[in-house]
């Protein structure tokens, strides 16, 4: 055995209800090694990390796992957790209700001699573990009061407070500001200096060969390559990733649009507080209008006030030139405009639901009859429609959508918007949590949206994603739009000045 390998699985399998989620996967973690897991959505990399930490079984008699030389089979997380396996999911695991350093010490709480909660020690101790983390968080703050990324943090926080020996990272970045993805490596590099063996799971490929020392790869849940980071480009990490060449260009608008004629949205004037500034953009026909700005720039709240899904005290909005109003989300969809959440999976969908279902929602009644009692076909052959249209991988119309990929997910929101004939789209980062296949996808479909005359307004963090897909740029900060960029003023540079507040700012249109 290599004295430096901490955790080594050969031969791994799983299946579910007769479907082969793992084949003879092989893995090796060594200490002071971060080993990264790349693979597209569904090629089993949850699943494998699941059955590190303990939450699934391997199939019987399909392969063996070793810590630390030893032969080991966790019954349950506890058993990883005892021996020093830490996993930090893409899906929060926090308490929301309940304080930052109770979350951190769940489960593990200190007490003083007496037994009682020693609630100052925690306070203390969490303090010391989020400002080595380099971020100031309240420990008496509650979770729900914190925005994502501070959550990902007291995620972190809690994982590092364990002394794990491996640490699983699955997409820890996806939430993250650049300056706080710095933090995040800073603190990985000094963990692998102290010996700690870590995965990472990231789609952000050149995350991968900024922070791995090793990668392997699946396809279809079976292990389809291991380099270390100096025999690897990222040309051939996405060829094993996908088994084919995937471009890495953005589709070109060859449409052009008129910015002397009338915009499709027009929002004269936006103040979602008192204490907010007032805000004013347009959105022409054909066009992807990117939105940027750091983490808490009012981004997200932003189009949530235009929407109605949250409330504003000065909003005048004109759509075709005719002042509109949009008081709530049905008036929004009423008037042809949808939103993609930021957050697809609590917002976006309804993931016990069907494909068929999350599809037809918000146009139910187009499939009532005559006493009231929804017409089955018509859902059916108009799910299959958008299913078709899209290109939404899925075994049928009725399965049910938690079932499917991330990408095939964001597809299952935008057709539920088609279906209702949206003429403007609000994408509140459209391709978080996909892998680069899909993304690929989702981008060529923007296009293809845009040419039959829709306007898209497209929030992301990131930069190469909003410099390669947009037509116009607004820079946020502060709440503010302190820039609008056109073509070749689309930089990252040129985002980062006026995002950071380097670059003096402006309003124009």
């Given at each position: 055995m290599?004295?430096?390998?901490?955790?080594?699985l050969k031969?791994?399998?799983?299946?579910?209800?007769g479907?082969?989620?793992?084949?003879?996967?092989?893995?090796?973690?060594?200490?002071?090694k971060?080993?990264?897991l790349?693979?597209e959505?569904?090629?089993?990399?949850?699943?494998?990390?699941k059955?590190?930490?303990?939450?699934?079984?391997?199939?019987?008699?399909?392969?063996e796992?070793k810590?630390e030389g030893k032969?080991?089979?966790h019954a349950?997380?506890?058993n990883?957790?005892?021996?020093?396996?830490?996993?930090i999911?893409?899906?929060?695991?926090?308490?929301?209700?309940?304080?930052?350093?109770?979350?951190?010490?769940?489960?593990r709480?200190l007490?003083?001699?007496?037994?009682?909660?020693?609630?100052?020690a925690?306070?203390k101790?969490?303090?010391e573990?989020?400002?080595?983390?380099?971020?100031?968080i309240?420990p008496?703050?509650?979770i729900?009061e914190?925005?994502?990324?501070?959550?990902?943090?007291?995620?972190?926080?809690?994982a590092?407070?364990?002394k794990?020996?491996?640490l699983i990272l699955d997409?820890p970045?996806?939430?993250l500001t650049?300056?706080?993805?710095?933090n995040?490596?800073?603190?990985?590099?000094?963990?692998?200096n102290?010996?700690?063996?870590?995965?990472?799971?990231?789609?952000h490929?050149?995350?991968?060969?900024?922070?791995a020392?090793e990668?392997t790869?699946l396809?279809?849940g079976?292990?389809v390559?291991?380099?270390?980071?100096e025999d690897l480009?990222?040309?051939?990490l996405?060829r094993?990733?996908v088994?084919?060449d995937?471009s890495?260009t953005?589709?070109?608008?060859?449409?052009a649009?008129?910015?002397?004629?009338?915009p499709l949205?027009?929002?004269?004037?936006?103040?979602?507080t008192?204490?907010?500034?007032?805000v004013?953009?347009?959105?022409?026909?054909?066009e992807?209008?990117g939105?940027?700005?750091?983490?808490?720039a009012?981004?997200?709240?932003?189009?949530?006030a235009?929407?109605?899904a949250?409330?504003?005290v000065v909003?005048?909005?004109?759509?075709?030139g005719?002042?509109?109003?949009v008081?709530?989300p049905?008036?929004?969809?009423d008037?042809g405009?949808?939103?993609?959440?930021?957050?697809?999976?609590?917002?976006g969908l309804?993931?016990d639901?069907?494909?068929?279902y999350?599809?037809?929602?918000?146009t139910?009644?187009?499939?009532l009859n005559?006493?009231h009692?929804i017409?089955?076909?018509s859902?059916?052959v108009?799910?299959?429609?958008?299913?078709d249209?899209l290109?939404?991988?899925?075994?049928?119309?009725?399965t049910?959508?938690?079932?499917?990929s991330?990408?095939?997910?964001q597809?299952?929101?935008?057709a539920k918007?088609?279906?209702?004939?949206?003429k403007?789209l609000i994408?509140?980062e459209?391709?978080r949590?996909?892998?680069?296949g899909?993304k690929?996808e989702?981008y060529?479909l923007?296009?293809?949206?845009?040419r039959?005359?829709?306007?898209i307004?497209?929030?992301?963090?990131?930069?190469?994603e909003?410099v390669?897909?947009s037509?116009r740029?607004?820079v946020m900060r502060?709440d503010?739009?302190?820039a609008?960029l056109?073509k070749d003023?689309?930089t990252?540079?040129?985002?980062?000045?006026?995002?950071?507040?380097a670059?003096?700012?402006n309003?124009a249109q």
């Amino acid at each position: 055995m290599d004295e430096n390998c901490l955790l080594e699985l050969k031969g791994i399998s799983k299946t579910f209800s007769g479907v082969n989620a793992l084949q003879k996967v092989d893995l090796k973690i060594k200490a002071g090694k971060i080993h990264a897991l790349a693979g597209e959505n569904g090629a089993g990399k949850s699943t494998l990390m699941k059955i590190i930490v303990g939450v699934y079984q391997p199939d019987e008699n399909c392969g063996e796992m070793k810590f630390e030389g030893k032969i080991v089979q966790h019954a349950s997380p506890q058993n990883a957790q005892d021996l020093g396996i830490g996993i930090i999911y893409q899906e929060f695991s926090l308490i929301p209700h309940m304080t930052v350093y109770e979350n951190i010490f769940l489960g593990r709480e200190l007490r003083k001699k007496n037994g009682l909660l020693d609630k100052k020690a925690m306070r203390k101790k969490a303090i010391e573990l989020l400002s080595h983390l380099g971020i100031d968080i309240d420990p008496n703050a509650k979770i729900v009061e914190l925005s994502i990324a501070q959550q990902q943090f007291v995620e972190i926080a809690k994982a590092i407070s364990l002394k794990v020996k491996v640490l699983i990272l699955d997409e820890p970045t996806a939430p993250l500001t650049p300056v706080e993805v710095e933090n995040l490596f800073r603190l990985m590099k000094e963990l692998r200096n102290k010996g700690v063996g870590m995965v990472f799971i990231s789609h952000h490929l050149e995350e991968i060969f900024e922070i791995a020392d090793e990668v392997t790869c699946l396809r279809d849940g079976q292990t389809v390559g291991y380099k270390t980071i100096e025999d690897l480009d990222i040309k051939e990490l996405i060829r094993m990733m996908v088994g084919r060449d995937v471009s890495q260009t953005f589709p070109v608008n060859d449409v052009a649009i008129d910015y002397t004629s009338r915009p499709l949205l027009s929002i004269k004037e936006l103040q979602r507080t008192n204490h907010t500034p007032k805000v004013s953009f347009d959105l022409f026909p054909c066009e992807i209008l990117g939105v940027a700005g750091l983490v808490g720039a009012g981004r997200s709240e932003l189009v949530k006030a235009l929407t109605g899904a949250d409330s504003s005290v000065v909003k005048v909005i004109e759509m075709n030139g005719e002042t509109i109003k949009v008081k709530n989300p049905k008036d929004a969809l009423d008037l042809g405009i949808g939103l993609l959440p930021e957050d697809r999976k609590t917002q976006g969908l309804i993931l016990d639901f069907s494909v068929e279902y999350n599809v037809v929602i918000n146009t139910l009644k187009e499939s009532l009859n005559n006493i009231h009692t929804i017409r089955k076909r018509s859902l059916s052959v108009r799910t299959k429609k958008q299913i078709d249209a899209l290109g939404i991988k899925t075994p049928s119309e009725r399965t049910i959508v938690k079932n499917l990929s991330g990408g095939n997910q964001q597809k299952v929101v935008i057709a539920k918007w088609l279906s209702t004939k949206c003429k403007i789209l609000i994408f509140d980062e459209p391709t978080r949590g996909i892998d680069v296949g899909a993304k690929a996808e989702i981008y060529e479909l923007m296009r293809r949206l845009t040419r039959k005359g829709m306007g898209i307004i497209m929030i992301s963090s990131e930069l190469p994603e909003v410099v390669g897909i947009s037509d116009r740029v607004l820079v946020m900060r502060k709440d503010n739009i302190v820039a609008t960029l056109t073509k070749d003023e689309i930089t990252p540079d040129r985002i980062m000045e006026y995002a950071a507040g380097a670059k003096g700012g402006n309003n124009a249109q």
